[in-house]
């Protein structure tokens, strides 16, 4: 059965800088690309990025240009995302979604998702 | 950037077919997925490529996507089915989501 498991809460102070990390278990780490998505309290979801495990190519949305880093540890099969500058308007779970893949190609959508990591910033 | 519009709130009562859109320039010239998202829970995929179904999503949830308009039918609606839903797509170097709509089974 494939899982993502992800870091427990945090809290940051303003201007600091997260990490949050996600595990694969299962069969979840081999040509599937890994995006971080995040959800502010009664609000939508929003995309931030995503990594390709294998060769470590990443791609990011604008807004969060310059300001996250994903990156991977492929011997832990776990990917990891870090957002500096911290403000308030980052208070937010994040969740990690795998890209998913079937016998015939890799479609646009996320099939399994970790189950969330909730990230606090206030002084 | 591009952008996805849904209604805010959906009403349906047990039994009936809810419908969901979602709109954005050209949307039928992609491909949309459909997530549902019960409270205090992560995201389910429900649809992928418009209208195929995920392993172990029932039959009930359907899918439609031509114009501008992406829509996602839930037929005899359950009351386990009270959840927001959220449109996907991609947008040539980003992922996009709908603005989210409540649906309310009573």
């Known amino acids: 059965q494939v899982q993502l498991v992800q870091s427990g809460a945090e809290v940051k102070e303003p201007g600091a800088s997260v990490r949050v990390s996600c595990k694969a278990s299962?069969?979840?780490?081999?040509?599937?690309?890994f995006n971080w998505v995040r959800q502010a309290t009664g609000q939508g979801l929003e995309w931030m990025g995503w990594?390709?495990?294998?060769?470590?190519?990443?791609g990011y949305a604008q807004k969060f240009q310059g300001r996250v880093t994903m990156t991977r540890d492929t011997s832990i099969t776990t990917v990891y995302m870090e957002l500096r500058g911290l403000r308030s308007a980052d208070t937010a779970t994040y969740y990690c979604?795998?890209?998913?893949?079937?016998?015939?190609?890799?479609?646009?959508?996320?099939?399994?998702w970790g189950q969330g990591t909730m990230v606090t910033v206030s002084s | 950037s591009y952008e996805l519009t849904q209604p805010p709130s959906v009403s349906v009562s047990p039994g009936q077919t809810a419908t969901i859109s979602c709109s954005g320039d050209?949307?039928?010239?992609?491909?949309a997925s459909w997530y549902q998202q019960k409270p205090g829970q992560s995201p389910v995929l429900v649809l992928f490529?418009?209208?195929k179904r995920p392993s172990g999503i029932p039959e009930r949830f359907s899918g439609s996507n031509s114009g501008n308009t992406a829509t996602l039918t839930i037929s005899g609606t359950q009351v386990t089915d009270e959840a927001d839903y959220y449109c996907?797509?991609?947008?040539?170097?980003?992922?996009?989501f709908g603005t989210g709509t409540k649906v309310t089974v009573l």
């Open positions: 996907q797509v991609w947008d040539s170097k980003f992922y996009v």
């Open positions: 990594m390709n495990p294998q060769s470590g190519t990443t």
């Open positions: 979604a795998r890209r998913y893949c079937d016998n015939d190609r890799c479609r646009d959508a996320f099939d399994i």
């Open positions: 299962g069969d979840a780490f081999n040509r599937n690309d």
């Open positions: 050209k949307l039928g010239e992609r491909f």
């Open positions: 490529q418009d209208n």
